[in-house]
C-alpha cells in the first residue's frame, strides 16, 4: 500500500485498488520485489555476487548495455526527487530499472556464461539489486530474499 501511494504523482487524483496494488505486472510493489527475489535466487544457485572487480567488467550485450545505462541514472532521479519532492519518480525509476533487468535477465544467460562474461553479469546483477534495495529503503519498504 506504501509503494502504491508513493508512486502517484501528488497533484493528481488517487483510486484506491488493492487488485492494481498487488498485482505481479506493473508498477507494484511485488513487481520490483521480485526482480530482487530474482537476483536473490541467482546467489542461491550459484552466483557469487560478491565476486570480480570492476576493472575487469566485460559488456558485450546490448541488455547488460541497457542495464548499465539504466543503473547510472539512479544519482540525477535522486537528486530530482530532492528537488522537487515528488517519491513518484523514484518509483518509476525503479519500475523502470526492474523492467530493464527482467529483460536482462531473460535474454542473457547469467549462471550459464563463464569467465569473465560470468563475473560482469553477476557484478550487473549485484548492482541492481544494490540499487533497487536502495530505493526500496528510501521509500521505507524493505526488501525480501524470497517470495
Same mark, same amino acid.
Given at each position: 500500500v506504501k509503494y502504491a501511494d508513493l508512486s502517484? @504523482?501528488?497533484? /493528481? @487524483?488517487y483510486q484506491f485498488s488493492f487488485d492494481r496494488m498487488l498485482a505481479l505486472q506493473g @508498477? /507494484? %510493489?511485488?513487481? =520490483? =520485489?521480485? %526482480? $530482487? $527475489?530474482?537476483? #536473490?535466487?541467482?546467489a542461491r544457485k550459484g552466483g557469487d555476487l560478491e565476486a570480480g +572487480?570492476? !576493472? %575487469? =567488467?566485460?559488456? +558485450? !550485450?546490448?541488455q547488460e548495455w541497457a542495464? $548499465?545505462? !539504466?543503473? =547510472?541514472?539512479?544519482?540525477? $532521479?535522486?537528486a530530482e526527487v530532492e528537488e522537487e519532492l515528488l517519491p513518484n519518480r523514484l518509483c518509476t525509476y525503479l519500475f523502470e530499472l526492474s523492467q530493464v533487468f527482467n529483460r536482462f535477465y531473460d535474454q542473457v544467460p547469467v549462471l550459464k556464461s563463464e569467465g569473465?562474461?560470468?563475473? +560482469?553479469?553477476? #557484478?550487473?546483477?549485484?548492482? /541492481?539489486?544494490d540499487t533497487?534495495?536502495?530505493?526500496?529503503g528510501l521509500l521505507g519498504i524493505p526488501t525480501l530474499e524470497r517470495m
Open positions: 502517484q @504523482n501528488r497533484i /493528481t @487524483n @508498477n /507494484t %510493489a511485488p513487481y =520490483l =520485489l521480485y %526482480a $530482487v $527475489v530474482r537476483i #536473490a535466487g541467482i +572487480s570492476a !576493472e %575487469a =567488467l566485460q559488456f +558485450s !550485450e546490448p542495464l $548499465v545505462r !539504466e543503473l =547510472l541514472k539512479f544519482d540525477a $532521479v535522486i569473465p562474461v560470468r563475473q +560482469s553479469r553477476l #557484478a550487473l546483477c549485484r548492482l /541492481t539489486a533497487l534495495k536502495l530505493g526500496l
